[in-house]
């Protein structure tokens, strides 16, 4: 049995049995090229849902403070090994209500980069396919087809994933995929050494360069699942104004800053902030930083262990930084 | 108007003809990323990609401009006062600013060109209402030279709603890509004027309108275009009108969001959407802006920036009460006001079809399922009404 | 839906620059200088404290000629700005026939309020009235005017309650009916007390509970507008205060026989731009800002239910 088939199975029983209300999951978007959350209300619908490496989005989002609609609802959820520590990081603070989740960890074996695969056409693609394990085909509006390796094609988040098995479900869709071995490895920042080899200067204009496309739309805050003030965010706050209201290269970096200050600690980098930027600003790369940062100072992988707080909500007269 | 043809190598000539008068943008593909940029000589213009990941809007209706700034001083009394009026008081200096440098966008499409059409309408205060200047002076003093369509995109409807990749309006110039070039519709005045003085080789060049100095431009060959060009340009129009399939008929779209407007389907339609701005702010047409104030010690400015209708607290008042407090209400807004409420107003659209908000929301709601859905009366069934 | 490359439909069309000119007789096109973004700077020449949280500010153009000019009709707003702090809009609560100044009444509440209230005599605003759509008071001759108001609600409807005071003669009858929560919380006493010494209106204050030394009605504002129990015939009935309480006194309209075209209110909304552009204050194709903040409950009813 696939994943998916476990998936839909979890979600109609879970709907027929009113356990919840809706089932959040994936399905096809506007054409099979695209997935986009799916929510199924009526067990008849499962169908719809499916599950391969275009599942990107984090569906912890939609239990975030004021997007269950109704507002009382019991959820049925998706959640991917990147995701489920989102979910954790929510449960650490109780901030999502346990009693009216259902949680369905889906093991992962990497997600795909769309993005990438888009810039290596000019013409649209329509239909993105998995034949077989580790292919991926590709077809455009006017007919070229092109084949990928999957593992060249993978987000650069899921190359370097140590949690690709949810760390939180109530029922598993499937067998869990081989763990890459934590306590055996540190986890790989080498995506971040060309970065952290440039000045304190080139990192300052690298930076504002960078966000000075920023639009504030605020979709990777609310995409984000652990910002869960999403909606009365303190970047829009006018009593008092911390961050300027107006749109340009210093205040959109701050704006960034306080988005990753405030996740630090419950941010896995699961990358989701980066896939929903319309502009294509490298999201990604400053949660990783922080979070290489996190893991130097104190050990700590945000989102792992249900037990635990998030590193910037305890106090302990044991932490040092460095020597 | 004249139909004129430019070779493809004379591209950059002409774009460096322009740049003599007015700044141009045009789009430009950096990291793989399209964006209108400023253009000058050896900028690549990128025709390939369909749309840029924004419309141009922000050439005409910056994200961010202050429009008004202010200095609190003291004023020294006046000759002869007593008492109180002898001291100095304080006072405040206005100053307005109105940037509006003249500019040439090139590479745009029909549905960004129409996006300003129907922009204009609110801020041209249609139906007697108010007149926007700060809009208007950037309006004017921009050139649109668009490039038809050759390849639509699944997620294009401009026909849907009245336009089409080779449409007129808005258009200055239509650039349309043939064998070895553009066949070139100079369409207004205006674009006769951009174009005016631009030096020709084996051809008549464009005439300057009166009153209109040619200047020192040279470079560009804007050559008489063949019937054969002519033709082959019809040929390429046709075919990309054909590659865009209309996902719903405007008819009684309007009256059925009336009638909908309390139907719990907007509940339905909007689960997956996460409230954010992306759909305004990447959108040829949407237009609502916030007006803040800043002061640092006695110098201050007032700016406006976009806004966007999905913000949770664009509609919340002092008082705390919010009409639009739920996600639902605000996602309903959107299309009512793009459909059902602007039309009412100013008798024009506020959507050209060009589809971005489809590609770049996060959870790639659909405008089309929307329409099609809350577009339909109530009774209708899905097997009754044709999408 | 037709539309035109021109913008030009049925006869309605697009301004330009050339449209807007000093003189042009177009009501809406905005200030003289064509930048209806442009407030005219104005010098706080009076403030009132009329209640713990409520502050009448009296304002005089600095320009003499703009002063001079300057007219509006009952039930207009105007956007009332400290500059660096932002701008929001307030009834124009003067009488229309004021020539000295101009005035708002203003409760504190949030940002802009706030910094309204700090403000002292001698100190600058930037004022751009007068905007919106007011009370048809000439339509209105002839009939009896019936104003229900409750707390700042008297706000909205002083220069109107002023106006047709001026001109009672064109009407067949005033009465107002004014509650607050206190006897120190009605706004406009100093105006009240005016207003009790005529005998060709009929005029009631109510509190919401028994007050030693309080003479007049008791009970909310609803429950004493049934005790009066007026007719509707030939009236026209007004309504402006805490928004339940307009629901109610809505609902006792309709009880007591007034039609929706006899009804009026205005509605509130968050503003920015007062012009009708920038979008926020919709309740479906209207803007409160300029189509409004005066409607008659025949207009509300047509608009979608987004309160």
């Known amino acids: 049995m696939s994943r998916q088939d476990h998936i839909r199975e979890f979600a109609a029983a879970a709907l027929a049995e009113g356990r919840v209300d809706y089932f959040i999951g994936w399905t096809t978007g506007f054409n099979s090229s695209e997935v986009i959350p799916a929510f199924v209300k009526d067990p008849a619908e499962v169908d719809r849902l499916l599950w391969n490496p275009l599942c990107h989005h984090n569906l912890v989002t939609f239990l975030k403070r004021n997007m269950p609609d109704p507002p009382d609802a019991k959820i049925g959820v998706c959640v991917k090994g990147c995701d489920s520590r989102t979910l954790v990081a929510l449960l650490q603070e109780e901030l999502v209500d346990k009693s009216r989740l259902y949680v369905v960890g889906v093991p992962c074996d990497g997600i795909v980069d769309r993005r990438r695969l888009e810039k290596e056409f000019s013409d649209e693609m329509v239909d993105i396919a998995f034949p077989e394990k580790g292919k991926v085909v590709v077809t455009t509006r006017s007919g070229v087809q092109r084949e990928f390796d999957q593992q060249a094609v993978l987000l650069d988040v899921c190359t370097r994933c140590r949690y690709p098995n949810p760390v939180y479900a109530d029922d598993t869709a499937g067998p869990a995929v081989p763990e890459p071995g934590r306590e055996e490895t540190e986890p790989d920042w080498g995506d971040l050494a060309d970065y952290e080899a440039l000045s304190d200067d080139e990192k300052q204009a690298l930076l504002e360069k960078v966000y000075s496309t920023c639009v504030r739309c605020f979709a990777c805050i609310n995409v984000c699942p652990v910002c869960v003030c999403w909606d009365r965010c303190v970047n829009r706050s006018r009593q008092p104004e911390l961050v300027s209201q107006k749109v340009e290269p210093k205040s959109n970096l701050l704006f960034q800053m306080v988005h990753m200050f405030h996740v630090a600690g419950r941010c896995p980098s699961c990358g989701a902030c980066d896939r929903a930027c319309p502009v294509e600003i490298p999201l990604y790369l400053l949660h990783r930083k922080m979070n290489k940062e996190l893991y130097d100072m104190f050990g700590f992988e945000p989102g792992t262990k249900l037990g635990e707080k998030p590193v910037f909500q305890v106090f302990d007269l044991a932490d040092r930084f460095g020597d | ?387 | 839906m037709t539309e035109t490359a021109s913008g030009d439909v049925q006869g309605k069309s697009r301004l330009t620059f050339a449209d807007v000119v000093p003189d042009a007789g177009i009501p809406r096109a905005g200030k003289l200088s064509g930048n209806p973004y442009l407030p005219e700077v104005a010098t706080v020449v009076q403030i009132i404290q009329e209640t713990p949280a409520i502050k009448t500010f009296r304002v005089r153009f600095d320009d003499p000629e703009v002063q001079r000019n300057f007219s509006f009709r009952p039930g207009q707003v105007g956007q009332l700005g400290v500059f660096g702090v932002g701008e929001a809009t307030f009834a124009i609560t003067s009488r229309p026939s004021e020539k000295e100044f101009i005035q708002f009444s203003v409760m504190r509440a949030g940002e802009v309020t706030k910094a309204i209230h700090n403000l002292s005599e001698g100190d600058k605003v930037g004022v751009r009235a007068p905007m919106g759509r007011g009370f048809p008071v000439e339509e209105w001759k002839g009939k009896k005017i019936l104003y229900v108001m409750g707390g700042i609600g008297s706000a909205a409807l002083k220069a109107t309650i002023e106006y047709t005071l001026e001109h009672r003669a064109d009407y067949a009858g005033i009465s107002i009916l004014y509650g607050a929560t206190a006897p120190q919380n009605f706004t406009y006493q100093y105006d009240i007390v005016e207003w009790q010494k005529r005998d060709d209106i009929d005029l009631r204050l109510t509190i919401d509970r028994e007050c030693d030394g309080w003479q007049c009605d008791v009970g909310l504002v609803p429950a004493v507008l049934e005790r009066m129990a007026p007719s509707p015939e030939n009236t026209i009935a007004i309504t402006c205060g805490p928004p339940i309480m307009i629901k109610f006194a809505l609902l006792s309209f309709k009880k007591l026989g007034f039609t929706p075209e006899q009804t009026y209110t205005t509605l509130e909304k968050r503003m920015k731009c007062g012009i009708g552009i920038c979008g926020r204050c919709n309740v479906g194709p209207k803007y409160v800002c300029v189509d409004g903040p005066v409607f008659s409950l025949a207009e509300l009813n047509e608009l979608p239910d987004e309160l």
Request: glycine fraction near 8%; include cysteine; proline fraction near 6%.
């Open chain 2, 1 to 387: 108007m004249a139909t004129k043809f430019l070779a493809q190598e004379q591209l950059p000539a002409l774009l460096e003809a322009l740049a003599q008068g007015a700044r141009v943008v045009t789009p430009v593909k950096s990291d793989g990323v399209v964006q209108f940029e400023l253009w000058s000589p050896g900028t690549e213009v990128e025709l390939d990609v369909l749309l840029a990941k924004q419309s141009p809007k922000e050439w005409v209706f910056p994200q961010c401009e202050t429009y008004l700034r202010f200095d609190y001083t003291m004023a020294p009394p006046a000759e002869g006062a007593e008492g109180e009026a002898a001291l100095p008081h304080e006072t405040v200096h206005l100053r307005t600013t109105n940037e509006a440098p003249r500019q040439v966008i090139f590479g745009l499409r029909p549905c960004d060109a129409r996006g300003f059409v129907q922009m204009d309408q609110v801020f041209g205060g249609y139906g007697g209402f108010y007149f926007d200047p700060l809009y208007n002076a950037r309006r004017e003093a921009t050139t649109l030279f668009a490039v038809t369509c050759r390849e639509p995109r699944s997620t294009c409807f401009c026909t849907a709603v009245g336009g089409c990749p080779a449409g007129q309006e808005g258009v200055d110039a239509l650039f349309t890509e043939i064998d070895g070039g553009f066949l070139v519709e100079v369409l207004t005045a205006k674009g006769e004027a951009a174009l005016a003085g631009v030096a020709t080789a084996g051809g008549a060049g464009i005439a300057a309108p009166t009153g209109v100095t040619a200047g020192a431009v040279t470079g560009g060959a804007l050559l008489d275009a063949t019937e054969a060009q002519v033709a082959q340009a019809a040929e390429v129009k046709m075919a990309a009108s054909a590659k865009v399939e209309p996902p719903f008929t405007l008819e009684g779209i309007r009256d059925n969001l009336h009638d909908n407007f309390a139907d719990s389907r907007w509940h339905d339609l909007c689960m997956r959407c996460i409230s954010c701005g992306t759909c305004t702010y990447v959108c040829p047409n949407c237009y609502c802006f916030n007006i803040n104030d800043a002061l640092v010690e006695t110098k201050g400015e007032r700016y406006r920036t976009w806004d966007n209708c999905f913000n949770p607290q664009y509609t919340e008042e002092t008082s705390g009460h919010n009409p639009r407090a739920h996600k639902a209400n605000r996602f309903r807004n959107r299309f009512s006001h793009k459909f059902w409420y602007y039309p009412d107003k100013y008798d024009s659209l506020l959507c050209s079809g060009c589809g971005r908000c489809i590609m770049h929301c996060p959870t790639r709601i659909d405008i089309r399922e929307v329409l099609r859905v809350m577009g339909t009366p109530v009774a209708a069934t899905a097997e009754g009404k044709e999408a």
